[in-house]
T-cell receptor, first 113, second 111 residues
């Protein structure tokens, strides 16, 4: 049972570089989320999707873009990375939005130099 | 801004003792959830309590919800070293789509 899989698990970028984080879920969930976790800040919602082809902004969307071309995949893009985007990124999925349980991936640790 | 705020930020107890963590939130909710995160891992769902419920149990976990005070508590009874983790509350705020997380309580259970 793979559940929610994030790739890559670790990445180091230089300021200004771009990259994409991939989240894949095999549970046929409609809802998918990208959060970032910084020390002492808990998790903050970046973007989310309520179904294939849809995306919406969360609490901290600036500097990020997302796409949900396929139901099972949710991509998070950084067009021009900044040191402030150094964080651990978590993807999650749910069958019923916030009315039910979220299933999380193991995280992607990104360092921007 | 954070919707939920946990208290205390850190808690250290002896194995066998009970651990209580509190969560306060700002706006009305439909449900509140608690999650656990082991160091370096993703979050794992523990329990969900709906706004019309006052108490819920799951194994050694007991969750209470007081909507008049906009607060919830998570009690772990007879703690074990394996309970060492960070615990987060999450609320659905004004949307049925998204969950907003608090900053968490770091629990250390000493053997």
């Amino acid at each position: 049972n793979a559940g929610v899989t994030q790739t890559p698990k670790f990445r180091v970028l230089k300021t200004g570089q771009s990259m994409t984080l991939l989240c894949a879920q095999d549970m046929n969930h409609e809802y998918m989320y990208w959060y970032r976790q910084d020390p002492g800040m808990g998790l903050r919602l970046i973007h989310y999707s309520v179904g294939e082809g849809t995306t919406a902004k969360g609490e901290v969307p600036d500097g990020y873009n997302v796409s949900r071309l396929k139901k099972q995949n949710f991509l998070l893009g950084l067009e021009s990375a900044a040191p402030s985007q150094t964080s651990v990124y978590f993807c999650a999925s749910s069958s019923s939005g916030s009315t039910g349980e979220l299933f999380f991936g193991e995280g992607s640790r990104l360092t921007v130099l | 801004s954070q919707q939920g705020e946990e208290d205390p930020q850190a808690l250290s107890i002896q194995e066998g003792e009970n651990a209580t963590m509190n969560c306060s939130y700002k706006t009305s909710i439909n449900n509140l959830q608690w999650y656990r995160q082991n160091s370096g891992r993703g979050l794992v769902h523990l329990i969900l309590i709906r706004s019309n419920e006052r108490e819920k149990h799951s194994g050694r976990l007991r969750v209470t919800l007081d909507t008049s005070k906009k607060s919830s508590s998570l009690l772990i009874t007879a703690s074990r070293a394996a309970d060492t983790a960070s615990y987060f509350c999450a609320t659905d705020t004004d949307s049925s789509y998204k969950l907003i997380f608090g900053s968490g309580t770091r629990l250390l259970v000493r053997p």
